[in-house]
């Protein structure tokens, strides 16, 4: 008796396909953490840095992707933190021990365990948002692990130009000012502070374009000047935050100092402890 061979669904191996690209990026990801690491041990710092912003590159494609092609999975979300762990945690936190701290303290190595540290909470409190579900924010509650990572990263290019030898480079503070910039940089990671997530590109809408416009002037300068471009770019992008929480808390003092004064409506209190109680942000 001859057997029938079942007919193969082309549409089921594609779409395989098409879910195993996001997490290839992933994984992409991973393996320019882990090169980053190698290098900074072989004392290769600049092409450590550049493997990192190269992982960076490969997380913002991952979720792109799978948003795109609607491919996305509780698998892929958390292997995509535990690849940031790696590659914006210990691969910068290393690269920094390797060339700043190694030989300036027995437990200089405490320092660099905290931004890991931080680096793993962040990410913990980002999936557990995640999971909550909700409104699709354009904001980030603290400074995202990729951003942080990089800007310690690209860190020992910058201190290799011309600029930083001739006007930083007098003050003799690396070390001191290391250990300050992955302090301040962990810290800003576990907090509230809250930072845009980079706009849609495209040609649709004013902001699409000018979204367009920010990735070709990024591009244009991590491409041709990039020693003297990302750090500065990445330190602009950390203190935006810290402005303007400063700013909110600011106005939101005088605010609450003018509601004092004029006392508002007894249903609008009521709304805002019924919003409160509901988890609904206000």
């Not at 860190?155 to 930083?164: E, G, I, K, L, V």
């Not at 070390?175 to 940089?185: F, K």
């Not at 809250?194 to 590109?201: D, E, G, M, Q, V």
Request: charged content about 15%.
């Amino acid at each position: 008796m001859d057997l029938i061979p079942e007919p193969v669904d082309e549409r089921k191996g594609m779409r395989r396909v098409v879910v195993v690209i996001p997490s290839a990026f992933t994984l992409g990801n991973l393996f320019f953490g882990f090169w980053a690491i190698v290098s900074a041990y072989n004392g290769n710092y600049m092409w450590a840095a550049w493997f990192i912003m190269f992982a960076g590159i490969l997380d913002g494609l991952d979720g792109r992707v799978a948003r795109a092609s609607n491919t996305g999975s509780r698998f892929g979300a958390e292997l995509d933190s535990l690849v940031d762990i790696i590659s914006f945690g210990m691969a910068p936190a290393l690269i920094v021990y390797f060339l700043e701290l190694s030989t300036v303290g027995r437990f200089t190595w405490v320092i660099c365990f905290v931004y890991v540290m931080a680096t793993a909470v962040r990410l913990a409190r980002f999936n557990v948002i995640a999971a909550q579900g909700g409104r699709h924010s354009n904001w980030f509650t603290g400074l995202p692990s990729p951003a942080a990572g990089g800007i310690l990263a690209v860190y020992f290019p910058f201190s290799q130009t011309d600029w930083y030898r001739s006007h930083l480079a007098q003050l003799n503070m690396q070390h001191q000012g290391v250990v300050v910039l992955i302090v301040v940089l962990a810290l800003l990671m576990v907090s509230n502070v809250k930072y845009p997530r980079f706009p849609a590109a495209g040609f649709r809408t004013k902001a699409q374009v000018m979204g367009l416009t920010l990735y070709l002037i990024m591009l244009a300068g991590g491409i041709f000047i990039p020693e003297y471009f990302l750090f500065p770019v990445g330190l602009t992008y950390a203190a935006y935050g810290v402005l303007r929480a400063v700013v909110h808390n600011l106005t939101d003092r005088n605010e609450d100092h003018h509601d004092d004064e004029t006392p508002p409506m007894t249903l609008v209190r009521h709304d805002r402890r019924n919003a409160h109680r509901s988890g609904n942000p206000e």
